[in-house]
């Protein structure tokens, strides 16, 4: 009787540990997803003006208080993220109306400054949306403003005969309302028809 109590508490221990580790998961996942639409731990202390620089001339988010603006932070050898997201963002851009989108404003600010030339951040944001528009400024401006909306990124060492390296960052969308304020933080991974929602919140 001990052996056979021995025997089944011995192999009910492997599901003990996974069940345990299915809690764990599940415990860490509540802890880190944000919902759709809700305000990250800070966001009231995080955004603020800035003036950066674009194709054609200064940009200053002063200047767009009648505007919600729409802030995402990458760089354009970004493989991956940054497009997807950016296609993100056009495609809930065009699921707004003509007049909705008079009131809307999105930025793609380089976290590449050295690589991304303002010519070559037209382009790319052309590509997705004419409201969109790409920004960028020194490396230390660049610094100061990402800390100022609490995105993380860090350049790995340059490799290679061409110096190669990627820029590892926060992939979200932010949404400042019309008095500039930094109202929602949202991941790349929402839908057009999430983010279109959640900019429509902010309108007239």
């Not at 764990?24 to 003006?49: E, M, R, W």
């Not at 590449?112 to 590509?127: E, M």
């Not at 997705?128 to 790995?156: C, K, M, W």
Request: charged share 15%.
């Amino acid at each position: 009787m001990k052996y056979g109590f021995f025997f089944i508490k011995r192999h009910k221990l492997p599901l003990v540990i996974i069940v345990l580790s299915l809690v764990l998961v599940i415990f860490y996942l509540a802890g880190t997803t944000k919902p759709l639409g809700k305000t990250t731990p800070g966001l009231s202390q995080l955004g603020g003006d800035f003036i950066l620089d674009s194709a054609s001339g200064s940009v200053s988010l002063l200047n767009y208080r009648q505007r919600v603006v729409i802030l995402y932070f990458g760089y354009l050898s970004c493989p991956k993220v940054c497009p997807a997201s950016m296609s993100v963002l056009g495609r809930a851009l065009n699921k707004l109306t003509p007049k909705e989108q008079a009131q809307v404003q999105g930025f793609f600010i380089s976290l590449d400054p050295q690589r991304d030339s303002f010519s070559k951040l037209a382009r790319y944001t052309a590509q997705f949306h004419d409201n969109i528009i790409g920004l960028s400024g020194s490396p230390e401006t660049i610094a100061d403003i990402s800390e100022q909306y609490g995105v993380f990124y860090d350049r790995s060492n340059p490799t290679g005969v061409r110096m190669e390296y990627s820029v590892a960052h926060a992939s979200r969308f932010y949404i400042v309302d019309k008095q500039g304020k930094l109202v929602v933080a949202m991941n790349h991974t929402v839908t057009p028809n999430e983010l279109a929602v959640q900019i429509r919140k902010f309108l007239f």
